[in-house]
């Protein structure tokens, strides 16, 4: 999991309560991904982003926003917390077309 | 958009024996194949992927992969297990020349028995 970190490692959520989680590398990878992880279904891309100023929709985006400012940080925003956004939440970097994507250590959610 | 099968989503193997983990997907484009491993309670670790060339790719921890063009597989083998390789195994498929997106099957829980 080197050069990916996610804070926080846990949270725990009210309904309706927000929340940004954090994703930050230190690769100059150009591209970064969000996905999330439930039991059972493998893993969903939430958003990704080819460059700073460059975001766009993955499978599952509904519910959540994500800005590129900068190369290092691509940070994830649920505005409305749903017991459906329980999951495990995952950033990941690459560097280029074929390369590898490398994962952060995972932030787990549960909305309550 | 791709979609990527994998068989087994849960599969028991006794320490020492061999192991085949199966992955098939499914693309009309050309694609480029990788192998992930979890460990309770981490993130995705890359095993191994394959990109061009020979279509026997050799991985990190013994284990090796076939791709097959004709089936569309990407199968995962190991010769012989150890009680350390118990952890979640993912395959994954992106294009390769619009490879901006991975994506993943549901993954198969690896148990070796002691």
């Known amino acids: 999991n080197a050069g990916v970190t996610q804070t926080p490692k846990f949270r725990i959520l009210k309904i309706g309560q927000s929340m940004t989680l954090q994703c930050t590398q230190d690769?100059?990878?150009?591209?970064m991904y969000w996905y999330r992880q439930d039991p059972g279904m493998g893993l969903k891309l939430i958003y990704y982003s080819v460059g700073a100023g460059i975001t766009d929709k993955g499978e599952v985006p509904n519910g959540y926003n994500v800005s590129r400012s900068t190369t290092e940080d691509f940070p994830l925003r649920l505005e409305l917390a749903a017991p459906s956004q329980t999951s495990v939440y995952f950033c990941a970097i690459k560097g280029g077309q074929g390369e590898t994507q490398y994962f952060g250590p995972g932030t787990r959610l549960l909305v309550l | 958009a791709q979609s990527v099968t994998q068989l087994d989503s849960q599969v028991p193997v006794f320490e020492e024996a061999p192991v085949e983990l199966r992955c098939n997907y499914s693309?009309?484009?050309?694609?480029?194949l990788f192998w992930y491993v979890q460990y309770p309670n981490q993130g995705l670790q890359l095993l191994l992927k394959y990109l061009s060339g020979s279509t026997l790719v050799k991985g990190i921890n013994g284990f090796e992969a076939e791709f097959n063009k004709s089936q569309t597989s990407f199968h995962l083998r190991k010769p012989s297990v150890h009680i350390s390789d118990t952890a979640e195994y993912f395959c994954a498929v992106s294009e390769q020349y619009t490879g901006n997106q991975f994506y993943f099957g549901t993954g198969t829980s690896l148990t070796v028995i002691p």
């Open positions: 693309s009309s484009v050309s694609v480029y």
């Open positions: 690769m100059n990878h150009n591209y």
